[in-house]
C-alpha cells in the first residue's frame, strides 16, 4: 500500500455507496487504548467521541448500541427498550463473526447485518460526533443525523445515570 493511502473499510465503503459526507481520521496505536484515549489523540472532546457495543439477548438476536466513550451501558434500561427481557454483553471472541468488525474497531456503520442499533440521546446536543471506521486506528467524524440514517438507528436514554 502506498504511503498515506488510506483503507477502506466496510463503514467507509457504505458512507461513500450513500454519498454520506464525513471526515475520516487516523491516529497512532497505542497497546492499550480505550475510548477516552482516542478521543483525546483525535483531539475531540470526549463527550463527541462514541464507542459501539454489540449485545445478544440469545437465540441470533443482536443489538447494537452507540453511547460516549466516558459513559456505562444500562443493560436493564436498553433491554426494555428493545423489546426484550434481558440483555447481555456480545463476547468479545464472537465479535467478529457475527459484525465483521475486532474489539477496539467495531463500527456501527457496516457489520454483516443490518442490527437494531440505538443511539445515545446526547447526540441530540451535538452538531457532530466521532465514532469507529471499522478498523483500530481509524475514526468517523459525521453529523449524527447521518449516522442514524445509514444505521436506522433509534435515539433514547442508554447510559448509566
Known sequence: MAKGKLVKTNAVRLLDQQKISYNLIEYDVDDHIDGVSVAKKVGFPVSHVFK???????SGKF?????PVSEELDLKGCAKISGVKKLEMLHVKDLLATTGYVRGGCSPI???KLFPTF???SVHQ????V???GKIGMQ?????QHLISVTNAR???????
Open 126 to 129: 451535538l452538531e457532530y460526533i
Open 119 to 121: 443511539l445515545d440521546e
Open 63 to 67: 443489538f447494537v448500541f452507540v453511547i
Open 52 to 58: 459501539t457495543l454489540v449485545t445478544t439477548a440469545g
Open 140 to 144: 468517523i467524524k459525521l453529523h449524527p
Open 110 to 112: 457496516g457489520m454483516k
Open 155 to 161: 435515539v433514547a436514554k442508554l447510559t448509566v445515570l
Open 131 to 133: 465514532v469507529s471506521a
